[in-house]
């Protein structure tokens, strides 16, 4: 197994900086705005993925929330607010919805939005969202009324409605133009063009290299504050670059140096150097912190087997696994909650594995009992992201401990973001467990996260399935008061970990760092916003 700590510093700066003089070279050469309005980060990995709906995975996201514009986003204290909407009502009945897009929408090329176009991305989010899916049970019709309005019309009730619309959590419920949101959600969308605050620059990019957005010149934000997510996106810089730099030590030259202006995920042994730089700020932008999870595969064995998947709960030492990843406590530490640790509905239901702790004897008798043979099991490695390679790792040198044939598929995390996707066996291009974080936030929210999904084909990656856990999960959009939405919180989490779809490796909160002289970043979970931001 490769050290768990950073050895990058023994390589020496100069070898950094003569790699970062690569970024010099190709920013003189590209042509375009003044350096003073054009921004150059280095994001958490490479855009492998540009459809924000067809993947969960953030840096989709991100790209999701540049391009395409929501029709409600939450504020600074997470309520959802009108983004794209201007005007809304819901009947006295609770069943009728009509929503009303205000003026000045419009899409990339030049045609203007209109409610044919969000309806047909409602419901293609909603086939395969969680929060979508569990709306969709009870809709009776969504519509367009004429070209600025629409309804969706309900069976019965669905309280978290504008919530999940709303909700900064991936996937997010983008839109985009009919004949875009018609392609089916297994298939991925690729035409880029949607009517949020910067447009996607297909000249200048080069994929695995560097991803390009312009200021969209034509965009009308809102006109209230910035709050949150919400409010309004005014874009203060003219381009946005973000440099695929996959050596962590070159993206660190590059960013003391000047050459980037923004780095989401250095290296969190290389934080005290940043701290040491005055022209370096570091900051947590997700509020709450994240949670760091191992994901398995219910399709095939061994993870088909309960006893299997609950035998890795008797693998983990979540600080162990923290500490191999953020070194320093004060931004890791442990949780045996689904529902988070800052969150309202925290509790301690079915939680005996976490106080009994690691116990190779233990699981190795529950690998026995699934009915293990000794088939390999297949770790997703993302060998560019600290966290997940080092937990990759960890969890497969457990494995070995009690016998288990492991083997580890290295990539770079946008190849595992295209093969967990994948439902074939092993053999065939599967895989059995990946690394992977939820924000704290999420675990507040069980109808729309993706990995509280429970409901077999139609879940996330890993497809788990627990009629049990999905009749549970459907109840909180009737939960009426807080103490009722705890109560189910605890029926929850007791079936959860017994048939474990996820492991909780630890919460952790990952600083980013950028430049001193840019300003104006909002933080929150799941989205890096990039309105609002300015060099100065």
Known sequence: MTTTRRSVLKTGLAAGVTA??????????????????????????????????WTTANITGYHGALIYDMLFMVDATFQAQPQMVGKWNLSDDKKLYTFELRDGLGWHDGTPVTAADCVAS?????????????????????????????????????????????????????????????????????????SGPFVWNHDEAKPGVRYVYDKNAKYVPRAEPPSGLAGGHVVKLERLIWENIADQQTAMSALQSGEIDFYEVPPIDLIGQLQAD???????????????????????????????RQALLYLVNQLDFMKASYGD???????????????????DENTDWFRHGVDLDKARQLFKESGYNGEPVTVL????IAYM?????????????????VQLAASDWGGVVTRRAVRTPDDQGGWDIFVTADSDYSHSDPI??????????????????????????????????????????????????????TVLLGRSAQPAAYRSNVKGFIGMPEIVPFWNVEKV
């Open 329 to 347: 406590p004060k931004y890791y530490g442990s949780l045996s909650s689904i529902f988070g640790s800052n969150t309202a509905y925290v509790n």
């Open 20 to 53: 970062a003089a690569g970024v010099v070279r190709r920013a003189r050469a590209q042509s375009g705005p003044p350096a003073a309005k054009t921004l150059r980060a280095v994001m958490q990995g490479d855009l492998r993925v540009f459809d924000p709906i």
């Open 122 to 194: 409602v419901r293609r989010w909603a086939a395969v969202d969680a929060g979508g899916q569990a709306m969709m049970e009870r809709v009776k019709d969504i519509s367009k009324k004429d070209d600025k309005t629409f309804i969706i019309a309900m069976k019965e009730p669905f309280g978290p409605l504008i919530d999940q619309l709303a909700k900064p959590i991936t996937r997010d419920c983008f839109m985009m133009r009919e004949k875009d949101a018609e392609t089916p959600p297994s298939q991925q969308v690729t035409a880029n063009i949607g």
């Open 381 to 384: 490695q993302a060998t560019n």
């Open 389 to 405: 390679s080092n937990n990759s790792q960890l969890i497969a040198g457990q494995l070995k401990k009690i016998g288990v044939n």
């Open 278 to 308: 005055p022209n370096i700020k570091l900051e947590v932008f997700s509020k709450g912190g994240d949670i760091d999870i191992l994901r398995m595969n219910f399709l095939h064995k061994p993870f088909s087997e309960v006893k299997a």
């Open 448 to 501: 729309g996260l993706a990995t509280f999904q429970a409901n077999g084909d139609k879940a996330w990656y890993g497809w788990p399935k627990s009629d049990e856990f999905e009749a549970l999960r459907a109840k909180w959009a009737d939960a009426a008061t807080l103490d009722d939405r705890k109560a189910l919180a605890r029926q929850m989490q007791r079936v959860f970990w017994d048939f474990v779809p």
